[in-house]
């Protein structure tokens, strides 16, 4: 469902980034964060020319390394300006489920276990559920990059800030992934849920039903939640475990406001107020509950004003 029209871009360069929380374009001067702290082997590795293709690939990996290390090369070649976005090129299909390796079993939400937060076991299944939910972050990012890429009018900002979310998402599951580890376990030991990839699935459509659902609902709930998971870790001693979420946390509050601004952006593009307009695509596309309670603070921070998420509470999200 595509609400506005255009002229589709060219395979330009790009030289400019979104500012986090606001609408300003600002130059962007060395790469994020999360790239600088990579090894230099895992970004070497090699990789598409172009960032659709990019995109295809790492969606499709089978193989939880491999997705990551392909999201930090690529993310690497995408700021140095080594790839074109590959909108004039024979570009791959971005898959309709992606790849994922033969454990951990998946199963619907309401056939999974239920467990004990408490102890050692029970840190381990929190990391694990939080890992298993950072792999599907990478690829409903990723996703969202090469889906919509030939979206007319998106910005080369839009590209920048997206790649450095799949690029954060990516670093997500490799530190929970070293945590599991480092306390005698690893990603794929205990069953897994299926239900996160039907959010991309049920938005692959319509660019806006997808940044309303992903960054601004399931994003969001992530400011929610963690910091009393990290206090609950802190309170346990497992001090290490707590670093990990407290980066997490640290990195959805921009991923958030990157969703908020481009929301916005696309809205004004179309001639659509924002608050309506999310509500209506919430209760269309998102079969969870949006229930307190909130972090207003946090989410304000990141540019989510209570108008958005609030109504959905009160009125429920019956179609």
Not at 113 to 122: A, C, D, M, N
Not at 139 to 151: C, K, L
């Amino acid at each position: 469902m595509r609400r506005g029209g255009g002229v589709r871009r060219g395979d330009h360069a790009h030289d400019v980034t979104q500012s986090q929380g606001g609408d300003a374009l600002e130059p962007r001067a060395a790469l994020p964060e999360g790239e600088r702290a990579q090894p230099p082997s895992l970004v070497e590795t090699a990789i598409p020319e172009t960032l659709v293709a990019g995109s295809a690939a790492i969606v499709s990996a089978s193989d939880p390394h491999e997705k990551v290390t392909l999201a930090k090369a690529i993310a690497k070649g995408w700021f140095k300006r080594r790839l074109s976005l590959g909108l004039r090129s024979a570009s791959p299909a971005m898959p309709d489920r992606p790849g994922r390796p033969l454990k951990p079993e998946l199963r619907a939400p309401r056939d999974m276990p239920k467990r004990s937060t408490q102890g050692e076991r029970g840190r381990l299944a929190l990391l694990h559920a939080l890992a298993h939910i950072e792999l599907n972050a990478v690829d409903m990012t990723w996703d969202m990059v090469g889906r919509f890429a030939f979206e007319p009018n998106l910005p080369p900002a839009y590209f920048d800030n997206w790649v450095q979310v799949g690029l954060e998402e990516a670093k997500h599951f490799d530190l929970l992934n070293r945590r599991l580890v480092a306390l005698g376990g690893a990603y794929g030991d205990l069953p897994a849920h299926d239900g996160l990839w039907q959010a991309a699935q049920a938005t692959g459509h319509d660019l806006l039903a997808r940044m309303a659902v992903v960054p601004l609902v399931l994003e969001a709930r992530g400011l929610d939640v963690s910091p009393a998971m990290i206090e609950s870790l802190t309170t346990a001693g497992d001090e290490a475990s707590a670093g990990v979420l407290e980066i997490i946390y640290r990195d959805e509050k921009r991923h958030v406001a990157f969703g908020a601004t481009w929301f916005r952006y696309l809205c004004a593009q179309q001639g659509e107020a924002p608050e309506p307009l999310f509500h209506h695509l919430v209760r269309s596309h998102f079969r969870g509950a949006i229930k307190p309670p909130f972090n207003d603070r946090a989410r304000a921070e990141a540019g989510l004003t209570p108008g958005f998420y609030k109504p959905l509470v009160a009125t429920g999200l019956s179609r």
